[in-house]
């Protein structure tokens, strides 16, 4: 064997472990990198307990367009006001449209006809945890206007990873299906530098398998996308009735995309931000610049004395989202 053909098959030979060496490295993130256990967040989980959940409407259904039974909450506006503008209330993580009947109960009131859903993997909407592909719940969304028309103007209003959801609708392809949008202190991104360390105690990250993952798909591998990637901190006596995990899919098609930034930059329709002074999750104060350094000023609300889940429960959040909606 001459030289060259002796450096060749060391090449070779090289390579050929480093392949073994970060196949094996691939397969023990995804096989053992998954979400811890995590504690139950009191912020996030008491206050449901003292809220009145008395008059929750009668779920509905509207059929996506893979056939799947998706759930929704009806809250007409009081009055029966004529083409009143139609909030699409989407909720946060782990949640499901019941989470939103306080605030959805007070726009109906302030004269809102309001849709709240139960997003995809979420509530009465197909297997928790799970989607089939990332995007479907943008292509659900679609399917709901579609199968529940109205002839009034209409505002997509997200919370939390729902307000993420309602900035990645903003940004893409669809988002002249709503007139404006207005978010509630909305989960941005992994790596955004509004996180608080730890996600605020709410969210265990399976980082490894999460990157192991993200590797895949980008050469069309998405054969392990319905494992588990995160884990919420919910309370033991509600899991049975939330997502308490959610799946790769799920995990990335329920925010913004990986250029969250650029999100920001395609939203084109109107926007507005409510968040609480004392947000325990985010560092609120943070949100107008970010959006003003990705190209996107917008206006931004904060309310005081209001936490994270307190947006969604607390009345003196409600002026405020109401006027966001408005203007």
Same mark, same amino acid.
Request: aromatic fraction near 8%; glycine fraction near 10%.
């Given at each position: 064997?001459?030289?060259?053909?002796?450096?060749?098959?060391?090449?070779?030979?090289?390579?050929?472990?480093?392949?073994?060496?970060?196949?094996?490295?691939?397969?023990?993130?995804?096989?053992?990198?998954?979400?811890?256990?995590?504690?139950?967040?009191?912020?996030?989980?008491?206050?449901?307990?003292?809220?009145?959940?008395?008059?929750?409407?009668?779920?509905?259904?509207?059929?996506?367009?893979?056939?799947?039974?998706? !759930?929704?909450?009806?809250?007409?506006? @009081? #009055?029966? *006001?004529?083409?009143?503008?139609?909030? +699409? $209330?989407?909720? =946060?993580?782990?949640?499901?449209?019941?989470?939103?009947?306080?605030?959805?109960?007070?726009?109906?009131?302030?004269?809102?006809?309001?849709?709240?859903?139960?997003?995809?993997?979420?509530?009465?909407?197909?297997?928790?945890?799970?989607?089939?592909?990332?995007?479907?719940?943008?292509?659900?969304?679609?399917?709901?206007?579609?199968?529940?028309?109205?002839?009034?103007?209409?505002?997509?209003?997200?919370?939390?990873?729902?307000?993420?959801?309602?900035?990645?609708?903003?940004?893409?392809?669809?988002?002249?299906?709503?007139?404006?949008?207005?978010?509630?202190?909305?989960?941005?991104?992994?790596?955004?530098?509004?996180?608080?360390?730890?996600?605020?105690?709410?969210?265990?990250?399976?980082?490894?398998?999460?990157? !192991?993952?993200?590797?895949?798909?980008? @050469? #069309?591998? *998405?054969?392990?996308?319905?494992?588990? +990637? $995160?884990?919420? =901190?919910?309370?033991?006596?509600?899991?049975?009735?939330?997502?308490?995990?959610?799946?790769?899919?799920?995990?990335?098609?329920?925010?913004?995309?990986?250029?969250?930034?650029?999100?920001?930059?395609?939203?084109?329709?109107?926007?507005?931000?409510?968040?609480?002074?004392?947000?325990?999750?985010?560092?609120?104060?943070?949100?107008?610049?970010?959006?003003?350094?990705?190209?996107?000023?917008?206006?931004?609300?904060?309310?005081?004395?209001?936490?994270?889940?307190?947006?969604?429960?607390?009345?003196?959040?409600?002026?405020?989202?109401?006027?966001?909606?408005?203007?």
């Amino acid at each position: 064997m001459n030289k060259t053909n002796c450096i060749a098959t060391r090449v070779f030979l090289y390579c050929g472990v480093a392949l073994v060496l970060a196949t094996a490295a691939c397969a023990a993130a995804i096989g053992f990198g998954g979400p811890r256990a995590i504690d139950p967040l009191a912020s996030i989980n008491d206050p449901f307990t003292i809220a009145d959940f008395s008059d929750v409407p009668v779920p509905q259904m509207f059929g996506a367009r893979d056939g799947t039974q998706l !759930a929704w909450l009806h809250y007409r506006a @009081v #009055g029966g *006001t004529l083409q009143a503008r139609r909030i +699409v $209330l989407v909720h =946060g993580s782990s949640a499901r449209a019941r989470s939103m009947h306080v605030l959805a109960r007070s726009l109906a009131q302030a004269g809102f006809d309001v849709a709240a859903l139960d997003m995809r993997g979420h509530g009465d909407s197909g297997v928790r945890g799970q989607a089939a592909h990332v995007g479907q719940l943008e292509e659900d969304l679609a399917d709901f206007l579609q199968a529940v028309p109205y002839d009034g103007p209409s505002t997509l209003v997200g919370f939390s990873s729902g307000g993420g959801f309602a900035l990645r609708f903003a940004g893409g392809p669809q988002q002249a299906l709503f007139d404006r949008y207005v978010l509630l202190a909305p989960y941005l991104h992994h790596a955004a530098p509004i996180n608080r360390p730890h996600d605020g105690g709410w969210v265990s990250v399976g980082l490894p398998r999460y990157i !192991a993952l993200t590797l895949l798909n980008r @050469v #069309g591998i *998405t054969v392990c996308n319905h494992l588990p +990637v $995160l884990r919420f =901190g919910l309370d033991r006596a509600v899991r049975d009735r939330l997502t308490s995990s959610y799946s790769y899919t799920l995990a990335q098609s329920f925010r913004p995309r990986d250029d969250w930034q650029q999100d920001i930059r395609q939203a084109r329709r109107p926007m507005r931000l409510v968040a609480g002074s004392d947000d325990e999750l985010f560092d609120v104060r943070r949100y107008a610049n970010l959006f003003s350094g990705a190209g996107r000023p917008l206006p931004v609300t904060l309310v005081d004395g209001v936490n994270h889940i307190g947006l969604t429960l607390d009345p003196r959040a409600v002026p405020a989202i109401v006027e966001a909606c408005r203007n």
